[in-house]
């Protein structure tokens, strides 16, 4: 899935997330990363918002917390970029209701701002493999757990 967002200042909060020791184990164990502190936020138009958040419950990859402190997450394996410079990792779609009704956040295992030249508002290229569904010994599609296999990329 190709599509495109605008760079955008998020709440502040992703980075102590992204800190969690949990999250980070299970981002390397998951996705073949430990992400840099915090997320790169893009804002997206409202349907294709609401298509990933689909994608991600349907096929994404869990990262479950080990504590009711803390929220589990669901995250669609892809990369950003702009112009000839582009850098894997996962949207991250937090499972707490209310959560940016137009902003998708990307967990990447750099520092991503200086790299891609984002200050704000500049616009970013955005591709998401969808992972192939695997079914159950009954023919019902599972959720990946792990890093799967990619259908689709540039």
Known sequence: MRFSGRYCRGKGE???????????????????????PGTVNLK???????RLRRLAE??????????????NAVCL????????????GAAVFPQVSGYYSEVIEFLLPVEARERLGLAGGEEVQ????????????????????????RMDHF
């Not at 992703?14 to 840099?36: D, I, N, R």
């Not at 349907?58 to 009711?68: A, E, F, Q, T, Y």
């Not at 591709?127 to 695997?134: A, G, K, L, T, Y």
């Open 14 to 36: 992703a980075a102590a997330f992204t800190e969690l020791e949990w999250v980070k184990s299970q981002c390397q164990e998951k996705l073949g990363f430990t992400p840099h």
């Open 77 to 88: 394996r892809g990369r950003i970029g702009r112009g000839d410079s582009f850098i894997e």
């Open 126 to 149: 955005v591709m998401i493999w969808v992972e192939e569904e695997e079914a159950d010994k009954n023919g019902h599609p599972r959720v990946q757990e792990g890093l799967g296999r």
């Open 44 to 50: 997206v138009d409202a349907n294709v918002l609401s």
């Open 58 to 71: 349907s096929r994404g990859i869990r990262l479950v917390s080990p504590s009711p402190a803390y929220c």
